[in-house]
């Protein structure tokens, strides 16, 4: 069944497709031909995010974005896994599934472990690397208003009941208040409206593996020990630089990993630096690709 786009139609015009995973269905957006981008989101938000690149970038490529499993129009199963390790399972599943090749990764947020991930795990697949505000690598920096977030029983209300995390992030994730309309407000909530709804923006939360006893930690340190495949490979690093959760700190660790990577650095930006500087984005995205 279609989710409603009420209120927010304009912003994101574009047609919902599914892929089965077993009985949970797969939300994704497949707009434009041409070489594929694949758009992988973070927390807590969901492809709505990617609208402005996509709409700018569609009439030269095939732009891929998908909604992790609890998250935007993805199925929101009460009883799953939601670790790292089984939303990459389920990007991988969707590349194969969908025959997809010579890919440019995209990705923000959870969506640089994700996406990174499945690319250690199908590198004949990916081609180029866009990473926006993430990491990909173990780091026990963990901002206290997250960090909050964690507490058991109160971090349970606090995301699941008043929906602070997302609300949260309309205001502090930007600089660029006056871009937060009421159109583009509702898109980034509508997919997070009740408690049932709300429940991998808590697991994600409750997903970051800051020590070696949590379950995330190994999955994370695998995939650290994979990304130097990838040292050879066209990367991008698109950074707001204002971001109080993905510092500037994780940037320089990212070019020290990938030296010969391509940096762009915008200082008046936040974490969702797609809403701050998209216009600015896409002419460096188009200059990167044409390389």
Avoid at 210 to 218: F, I, N, Q, T
Avoid at 236 to 246: A, M, T
Wanted: aromatic fraction near 14%.
């Amino acid at each position: 069944m279609e989710q409603s786009r009420r209120g927010f139609e304009n912003e994101y015009p574009f047609r919902s497709n599914f892929l089965d995973l077993g009985g949970i269905r797969y939300h994704y957006i497949d707009e434009g031909q041409g070489p594929t981008l694949l758009f992988v989101h973070g927390n807590p938000t969901w492809s709505f995010a990617w609208r402005n690149l996509i709409k700018a970038l569609s009439p030269n490529f095939r732009c891929v974005a998908v909604d992790h499993i609890g998250c935007g129009f993805s199925d929101k199963p009460q009883d799953y896994s939601y670790r790292l390790e089984q939303h990459t399972r389920n990007l991988a599943k969707f590349v194969e599934s969908l025959d997809l090749r010579h890919v440019t990764l995209l990705a923000h947020d959870w969506g640089g472990a994700i996406g990174m991930g499945a690319a250690a795990a199908l590198p004949d697949k990916f081609q180029r690397f866009v990473l926006f505000n993430t990491a990909a690598f173990r780091s026990k920096r963990i901002p206290l208003r997250i960090a909050v977030c964690r507490i058991p029983v109160f971090g349970t209300l606090v995301l699941r009941g008043l929906n602070a995390f997302s609300r949260a992030a309309l205001t502090m994730a930007v600089c660029r208040h006056d871009r937060m309309t009421p159109a583009v407000r509702a898109g980034f909530l509508a997919p997070y409206d009740s408690w049932a709804n709300r429940v991998a923006v808590q697991r994600f939360v409750q997903d970051i593996p800051l020590r070696p006893s949590h379950p995330s930690y190994d999955t994370l340190f695998r995939l650290e020990e994979a990304l130097p495949q990838f040292r050879q490979s066209p990367m991008l690093f698109v950074w707001g630089e204002r971001d109080w959760c993905f510092t500037t700190q994780f940037l320089d660790e990212f070019i020290q990993r990938f030296p010969q990577a391509d940096v762009f650095r915008i200082a008046d930006a936040g974490h969702y630096v797609f809403e701050d500087a998209h216009e600015r984005i896409v002419p460096r995205l188009r200059e990167f690709l044409a390389k």
